[in-house]
């Protein structure tokens, strides 16, 4: 028997191949697409830079991937601007306890960073949804978690890559970034939210949650991880009258 295997062995490695590797199984795969585009200043740069660092090794965050059944998620960190400017700043990683969440938040505190021009929220949908394509995880949940502080002016209609990608069962969460300043001479939009929940996210329990300004971007990226990582919703709700 011992001779049979080591044949077995020996003709694999004639013909270069190599036994299939087994996808691990995590509780949800998610992308984090992270909007770098040159609306955003070095200081806001920084402020949503540190915003998922603090975010990624708050304990109800930790505490929230390991309440599910795998007791672990596949993390990818992103950064996007125009159709030409889509990165994968960190690549697909096991978060399977407070050790592996500091190690990647140093990771990121220590990448490089950039500003692009232009924004295009469709062409980075599109991006993150590839990031799924040969992850080496299984998983019942595929999650895109984006951030930015614009609409589309550049590339597909955002709405039309999120339907194409929602009917692949992926899921898309918001974070729309509330800027209460001119950008580039224009007034504030005050109507990113609502663009955010019409055209960007969807899938079931899909939901957005808005940052006031980058100041508040930390909480906002606290609240967005438990609830999207746990299916628990944290958002702070009126009380009744």
């Known amino acids: 028997m011992k001779r049979r295997t080591a044949l077995v062995g020996s003709m694999a490695t004639l013909l270069g191949t190599t036994p299939a590797r087994a996808d691990t199984p995590v509780d949800l795969q998610l992308v984090l697409a992270v909007d770098v585009s040159r609306s955003i200043d070095e200081v806001e740069a920084e402020l949503q830079r540190r915003g998922y660092i603090e975010a990624l090794t708050n304990d109800r965050v930790v505490d929230a991937i ?132 019409e055209n960007v996210i969807g899938g079931p329990g899909s939901f957005s949650i808005s940052a006031a300004t980058f100041d508040d971007f930390g909480r906002a990226v606290r609240s967005k991880l438990i609830r999207e990582i746990s299916g628990i919703d944290v958002t702070p709700h009126p009380s009744p009258a």
């Open 66 to 197: 390991l309440s599910g059944e795998h007791k672990r998620i596949a993390l990818c960190y992103t950064e996007w601007a125009g159709t030409h400017y889509q990165m994968v700043v960190i690549d697909w990683s096991v978060i399977d306890s407070a050790g592996a969440a500091r190690r990647f938040s140093e990771k990121l505190a220590e990448a490089p960073r950039t500003s692009q021009s232009w924004t295009a929220v469709g062409a980075a949908l599109a991006f993150a949804a590839q990031r799924f394509e040969n992850s080496g995880f299984t998983s019942k949940r595929h999650v895109i978690d984006i951030s930015g502080d614009g609409r589309t002016n550049d590339g597909p209609p955002a709405e039309l890559v999120r339907d194409r990608l929602v009917a692949q069962g992926i899921v898309i969460n918001g974070l729309p970034v509330m800027m209460n300043r001119t950008n580039f001479g224009r007034p504030p939009d005050m109507g990113l939210d609502k663009y955010y929940e």
